[in-house]
């Protein structure tokens, strides 16, 4: 209790910091009523850290507070950013970054209050006219050879979130050395360092030619043209979730070639609450329920949707009984990844310097598809920046032919640096009009990998954990996984333990060896003598630790698909249970 009541008392007296004339009027309102109130927890959850400015940027919830997103957080954000941007290229006076947001409540005024910031510290800002996809930022800072750019967005996190993801001259978000230079700045502004009063001459908005050249780029994502031609009235519905792909999406659809784009009226309205969802995020099934009625109307090949940024997609296809059946991450992962590889060859497309990228959470499957086809795959850190980092290190020597991670992102071209849903969209639809040109669905191509290549069936389970408390628990979870490892995983035994955080691996017999990875990271892995692989990490930008499970299993028929996922699915609650995740 002492500690609490001490803990109250220092949010109390950071809130009251907050009660000064440089914060307006609402602000210092919303503080007040969280000070008067008898229950503190809002105020604790509201003062008790500064929401971190990590290696993506920024990510929470929206309000009052240094543990919330809003203008002033955002501005001191900024402010350190534009001085290390300034630092980074000492004596240029031609400095410029892109600027853009999504359809989330308070993303204009976030980019408003960012470009105003940037320009007043002498930094030509590139603002977006609206909102536009997360893939468009990245591709217009490398367009326009800027040396950064923002994009306010939380992604797919639920509505009462925003965020601010922070990238640098390669369209990448930041990585070593810069996001910890861009830390340490941040951490040194305070709310009176901020210019807030922008340079109006320094800022030109951007918008319609740009998309117009990103389009044009999004087509180097196609493999095979006449394929798009032959099936052209491939039947298609297609959701934006409220949010920024509502005009791109369909436009890059119909450049490639596709005439029966069918959208979801009631969710092509931009609306940052997201009245038709209960979360904005392609990994849950409830988020395409509106997608497949309007498919089952009209008899529908295949339903995608985009999440409210449009880097991530999902993917419904139709299984034998006609019924709608729901791509995973790792699905659609490997699906991609098979078709680019099997088109690209069979087109004599394939020179041999070519390389694929998957995060080491993301299904072991894609590892046979390359190693069976002769193509190097790589892997990586979860985060989009480490699949762009590998394609900046080998840029001119080794050609980047795709990458993708669990979590529904990827990217099949490199004109862009982070998951880009606009590109995938159109290159998972020229794979359905390839399936239908072989008399065969999504659903039917993916029956195929798995009866050529195993089957595999992966679980994320989430362990929420919210505030102070919850941030302990779960460093304390990571702690107890350290110190004891498993020994065996529902029934299996583990013959492999890498922690990314040590660099080190050590195997069965006890010999320890370095893990080759371009940075440490706060992840456990345990690899089983039955090919089951366990990941464990907490996640850098929701407050929960996850798990990611992948079993294998031998199939024999396509009509066998199901009993896999039922004998999978026991072993993953068997494998809950020896974790105690139940």
């Known amino acids: 209790m002492e500690n609490n009541a001490e803990l109250i008392l220092q949010c109390e007296e950071r809130a009251k910091k907050w009660l000064t004339p440089s914060f307006d009027e609402e602000t210092q309102k919303q503080v007040r009523e969280m000070l008067e109130n008898e229950d503190k927890t809002d105020l604790i959850d509201a003062f008790y850290r500064d929401l971190e400015f990590g290696t993506g940027g920024l990510r929470g919830i929206m309000g009052a507070g240094t543990n919330r997103m809003n203008k002033y957080i955002v501005g001191m954000a900024t402010q350190g950013f534009a001085n290390y941007i300034n630092k980074a290229f000492p004596g240029r006076n031609d400095l410029s970054v892109v600027v853009g947001h999504d359809c989330r409540n308070n993303g204009r005024m976030f ?24 893939p468009e930022i990245s591709f217009a800072i490398r367009q326009l050879g800027c040396q950064a750019g923002v994009n306010v967005t939380a992604s797919h996190n639920p509505r ?31 709310i009176d360092d901020v210019k807030f009063e922008g340079n109006k001459e320094l800022i030109e908005i951007i918008g319609g030619e740009m998309d117009w050249d990103y389009l044009q780029a999004v087509k180097e994502a196609m493999v095979d043209q006449d394929v798009i031609l032959r099936q052209k009235d491939l039947n298609i519905v297609y959701s934006p979730m409220h949010g920024t792909g509502r005009v791109i999406i369909p436009e890059a659809l119909r450049s490639w070639g596709f005439q029966n784009i069918h959208v979801v009226p009631e969710q092509m309205v931009i609306d940052g609450n997201f009245p038709t969802v ?18 089952t109307r009209l008899n529908a090949d295949l339903v995608i949707a985009s999440d409210p940024d449009a880097d991530r997609l999902a993917i419904v296809c139709r299984n034998p009984k006609g019924e709608w059946e729901i791509l995973n991450g790792n699905q659609t992962c490997m699906m991609f990844c098979w078709y680019i590889i099997a088109n690209k060859k069979k087109l004599g497309q394939l020179k041999g310097n070519e390389f694929l990228v998957k995060t080491i959470v993301t299904t072991e499957l894609i590892r046979k598809i390359a190693d069976k086809n002769g193509v190097e795959l790589r892997d990586c850190y979860t985060g989009f920046k480490w699949i762009a980092n590998e394609i900046r290190q080998s840029e001119g020597v080794n050609k980047y032919i795709g990458g993708g991670e669990e979590s529904f992102g990827f990217l099949p071209f490199d004109k862009v640096r982070d998951k880009d849903s606009p590109a995938s969209i159109c290159l998972i639809c020229e794979i359905a009009a390839w399936a239908k040109d072989n008399g065969k669905t999504l659903y039917d191509l993916l029956m195929d990998i798995y009866l050529e290549y195993g089957f595999s069936k992966e679980f994320t389970v989430n362990v929420v954990k919210p505030g102070k408390t919850g941030a302990d ?20 035994k583990v013959v492999l333990w890498k922690d990314f955080q040590k660099l080190e691996q050590t195997a069965a017999d006890g010999s320890k060896t370095p893990i080759d990875m371009p940075a440490t990271s706060n992840v456990l892995q345990w690899f089983c003598d039955d090919d089951t692989k366990v990941s464990v990490r907490p996640s850098g930008t929701e407050p929960k630790i996850k798990f990611y499970i992948e079993v294998k299993n031998t199939m024999k028929c396509a009509n066998c698909y199901d009993r896999c996922n039922e004998e999978g699915m026991e072993q993953i609650e068997a494998i809950k249970k020896s974790l105690n995740l139940d």
């Not at 105003?116 to 800002?125: E, Y």
């Open 473 to 492: 628990a779960i460093k304390q979870m990571m702690t107890d996984f350290r110190n004891n490892p498993p020994k065996e995983l529902g029934g299996s």
């Open 278 to 295: 209960v979360s904005p995020n392609p990994e849950n099934p409830e988020a395409m329920t509106l997608g497949m009625k309007l498919g």
């Open 160 to 190: 009462e979130y925003n965020g601010y993801k922070a990238y640098w001259d390669d369209g990448a978000q930041v990585l070593a050395p810069h996001d910890v230079g861009i830390i340490d700045e941040v951490n040194k502004v305070t």
């Open 111 to 134: 980019a408003e209050t960012v470009a105003d910031i940037f320009s007043a510290n002498g930094i030509k800002v590139y603002l977006f006219e609206s909102l536009r996809p997360t």
